[in-house]
Structure formats: structure tokens, C-alpha cells
């Protein structure tokens, strides 16, 4: 008997690449460019994920939407630069294996939900490392912010999967993904302290070798990597 379609669900930025410094690069010209005193790096990397607009909202709530429209320009504008003349976000250690094994089960297919924008996906998957993996890809243009379920509802429609599992490193992913109905899978290597959402993730995974055995697991599928590991605490 064959197995339902399964979505496998990403989000980037703190799941897939580290792009730490970017992102608080970005942030650090766009608060200056407006005159404004910049967060501390915890808090920036606490409402990553987000729109940027909701995310300023949240950085600075005293600020008033057309301030916030200004810092969100600032911000692409410097992004979009850093991410010419730095160099790219590196993968996660196991990240690109992860995909590889996945992407090849015929039950299984790939997407991405990711508070980024097309264009910044666009640059990320212009890796040829990340060619022709994935069978959606969500981004915040045209969506509402994390953790609303839009993106993962849509990504489930496009994959014509019948289950789903996001995986990711915030909060706001985890929540995204119940709202919509999946389970869903933390990663502790990301930005938000895995303490934080061990609540709303459905499991956690305490190290990249457990991701793969850890989708498996879920709907009691043999594992392809040998002795089927244990999540961490949940």
C-alpha cells in the first residue's frame, strides 16, 4: 500500500542558513539611518521570522506606520547590499544533507515558509545545491506575518499532500504550523532559545543527525539512516 503525500515544510533563515549576520547588519543601518537607537542583538533575533513590518512594530512600537515603512526600505536597501558584497549565509551542518534524503523518498515532498521576501528567497535558491528541491516555496509578500497559517495552508494546496510537518527554529514557525494542522518539529541551532518553544512544538530535535529519523518517526516510517534515534525532550 502506497503512503500519503507528506510535506515537508522549512523555514530559512535559523533553520536551513545562518544569516545572523546579515540580518543584524541590515538592522543596524536601518535604525541608523533613521536616527534610532538600535535593539540589542537578543531582541532583534527574537522577532526573526516575522514580516518586517510586524517586526518593527514589535521592535519599536513607538514608531508610526510610515516610520516603519521608511526602516523597512532601509532595511532591504541594506540587506539586498550585503548579501551582493558579503558572503552568502552558510548552510547549517546537516542541513543540505537532510534535504538530499528527503527529496529522494517518493512519499515526501519539500517546501519552504519563510518570513522572507521572493527576492531573498530568490538569492537563496539560487544555489545550485537547492535546485529543483522543492515543490513550494512561501514567502511573506502576499501573506500575512508568522504565525498566521497562510503560508502553510497554501503550501499544502499547491504540494497536494494529505500531512504535513513544519520544521523550524522560532516560536512563530511552530505556531504557524499547528494553526494550519501540521505537526510540527523544533531545531535548537537557530534564534530563538529552545526553552522558548518547547511548549509549541509538537518535537524537538537536539542535533541535525535526529532531523532526518525524527520526519520518519513521525508516522512510524522505518528510518533510511540506520537505528532510529531519539528525540530531546519535549
Not at 46 to 61: K, R
Not at 121 to 140: E, W
Request: hydrophobic share 45%; proline share 6%; glycine share 10%.
Amino acid at each position: 500500500m502506497s503512503r500519503p503525500r507528506t510535506l515537508v515544510l522549512f523555514d530559512v533563515d535559523g533553520t536551513l542558513i545562518d544569516s545572523q549576520s546579515h540580518i543584524l547588519g541590515a538592522m543596524d543601518f536601518a535604525f541608523k539611518t533613521r536616527g534610532l537607537v538600535l535593539p540589542p542583538a537578543s531582541e532583534i533575533l527574537a522577532i526573526v521570522g516575522l514580516s518586517l513590518s510586524e517586526a518593527f512594530a514589535q521592535l519599536c512600537p513607538e514608531t508610526d506606520a510610515q516610520e516603519r515603512g521608511l526602516l523597512v526600505e532601509a532595511y532591504k536597501e541594506s540587506f539586498a547590499s550585503l548579501r551582493q558584497s558579503a558572503s552568502a549565509a552558510p548552510f547549517y551542518p546537516g542541513a543540505l544533507e537532510c534535504l538530499e534524503i528527503l527529496k529522494d523518498l517518493d512519499d515526501i515532498v519539500l517546501g519552504i515558509a519563510t518570513g522572507m521576501s521572493r527576492r531573498g528567497l530568490s538569492h537563496v535558491l539560487s544555489n545550485p545545491d537547492l535546485a529543483g528541491r522543492f515543490v513550494t516555496t512561501q514567502v511573506a509578500d502576499g501573506h500575512p506575518s508568522k504565525p498566521h497559517p497562510s503560508m502553510v495552508l497554501q503550501a499544502m494546496a499547491e504540494s497536494g499532500a494529505a500531512r504535513g510537518v513544519m520544521i523550524g527554529d522560532t516560536t512563530f514557525d511552530m505556531q504557524m504550523g499547528r494553526a494550519a494542522g501540521l505537526t510540527t518539529i523544533g531545531v535548537p541551532w537557530g534564534y530563538h532559545a529552545a526553552a522558548a518553544f518547547r511548549g509549541p512544538a509538537a518535537r524537538m530535535v537536539d542535533h541535525d543527525g535526529q532531523l532526518v529519523p525524527g520526519v520518519l518517526n513521525l508516522w512510524g516510517r522505518i528510518g533510511v539512516m540506520g537505528p532510529q534515534n531519539d528525540f530531546g525532550a519535549m
